[in-house]
């Protein structure tokens, strides 16, 4: 499994699957941060902006996230302010642009993004700006791969980790993949031939049953990680239990602004009330990020959910499991209907 | 809900404009019930008109970019090259181009006559004469600064037969240059990025290679296509659609600066599917393919042709993409907007 969104991304592109000898299959995990974004996050965004009239600041891949009520791309169409920005610091310099206007920033992704977030607030607070603020949906990978790992119905026998995440974790909070579940683990860069070779150093392992945490990907991951980023995101973020679209609660598993930080927060400046969000019929989008369905297995895709108009989160962001897959190995092209 | 219904009920998203999927349903499920001109359903860059025995390119575009000024190039560089190149891509020597401003109060009159210098300049390099103009000014609000309409006509070299419909099985796919420049330099201008590495538009006029090789090579080219808003992806599709061939790429050929790489790396985006506008794609008979690539090469604008891929036989409509590792992947156009990714 490779359990990141952008190797998914990198494999499919490259035309991957298709080199790979029978026997051996990648499945997509759950490391494409939009796609794990539960809608109720979503619905909360749009609430925000609906209600108080602030500007939201989002990476642009949450643009076309499907929400209860609608995407922020719908919401932008009605007229209300939604920035695409590059980094929580593009975030912030809007506000420092527009000081008349209460700037948002959708914070989501994994521990990648997480230091650089913390690194803004921080910055924001130093610099007293004060029409910033965010709405922290950071999740972190290390309690989701526990949850993962812990399904019975699992059945994988290697892990290509993420390269750019392990930069800031380092390859030690893996062991227990390795050393307790006995499965091979790779950190891998996101060349082609990175992953190429994470793929013959798992097949090494499994058959040596020599099951540890290699690292692949050492022109950019050192054991230790990055301390400083990891202070960072200590510092500013606590962990808490949070829903994963496709899991339900992990424990443990999101950030939230600590205290000290709390004028920062969105959620406390602008209280919203959201309805409860059922995810959407048919979707299968939970066993696709398990690893337990292909996304052709799931009835609505290739049909009612198709990159242009997406159901279920994987279909959403270019690096989930349904668009990588709808991209590159769809046979039929819709325009000649 | 019904089709009728659900249309009704629907809005124009900035998905609509950017060339991709969501702008061909636009296109082909909207516009066209409305007009039934067989012209206009070929869907090429420019129509071709018979008038007197004379064959005429005529093709008409709107410029709205943001930010009006970006490294190598402004809306008023864009505005001419942009309609010059589409009548070229239809095999039309450019003559006369039509200029209409929509212009927001407030406008800077600084800016606009630094617009019109550039405009100047560039019809002037693509040896086309401005004939013809309007200007409308709209309350604050109403634009965004400043739009642009040009309108150009030219007459179809003799012998000469190009369009989206007219690619053969065979056919070797050029491109005149390396992709993905201008679309990188105007987003990198409009969200402040701070890149390293020259990026310019590659916005320019194309006459100078264009109607010299179909000159050369006349009946030998079939198909010639700037792959703007959508960039080559889109570019490719629609001509697999229209002439119902497959087509298959060499991805290890196809030129890619080293910062535009990287940029896209950067912000999860293909080169592939970025707008150019000063290169363009064509399709010629293989006999003459090597010669046509030379030829290309020779030029100061072409340095970086290059031979990309071919047709196929299927009718499938597909473009296939051989990797550089030596994989195979379908090769889509964008669904919509190009969205840079989270991490």
New interface residues.
Partial sequence: MEVCGTHTMAIHNAGLPGLLPPGLKLISGPGCPVCVTPSSYLDTAIALSREHSVVLATFGDMMRVPGTSGTLTDLRNEGYAVEVVYSSLGAAELALRQPEKEIVFLAVGFETTAPTIAATVKCAREKKVTNFSILAAQKLLIPALKALIDDPELRIDGFILPGHVSVVLGSEPYRFIAEEHHRACVITGFESADIMQGILMLVEQIEKRDHRVEIQYDRAVQPNGNPKARAYIDEVFAPEDTVWRGFGIIPQSGLVLRDEFAVFDALRRFPVTIQESPEPEGCRCGEVLRGLVEPSECSLFGSECVPESPVGPCMVSTEGSCAAFYKSSRKSVELKS | MSDAHKREAE?????HGSG???M?RLIREVFLEYFDSTELANLDDAAELIIDKSRLAFSTDTFVVKPIFFPGGDIGSLAVSGTVNDVLMKGGCPLYLSLAFVIEEGFPMQDLTRILESIRATAKRAEIDVVTGDTKVVGRGEADGIFINTTGVGVILPGVDVGGRNAKVGDAIIVSGDIGAHGIAVMAER???KLEGDIRSDAAPLNRAVLPLLERFGEAVHVMRDPTRGGVATAL?EIA?SSAVGIVLEEAVIPVSEPVTAVC?I??L?PLCLPCEGRFLVFVDPAVADDVLSFLSDLEECSNASKIGEVKGSS???VQ??????????L?MP???M?????
């Fill in positions: 809005k124009i998203t900035l998905a991709g999927r969501m061909q969200n402040g990025l599709n659609v790396d912000l999860g293909d499938s409509g597909e993409l051989n990797t550089v590792t030596g994989g195979k992947r379908l889509d669904a919509g907007e969205l840079p990714r989270i991490c």
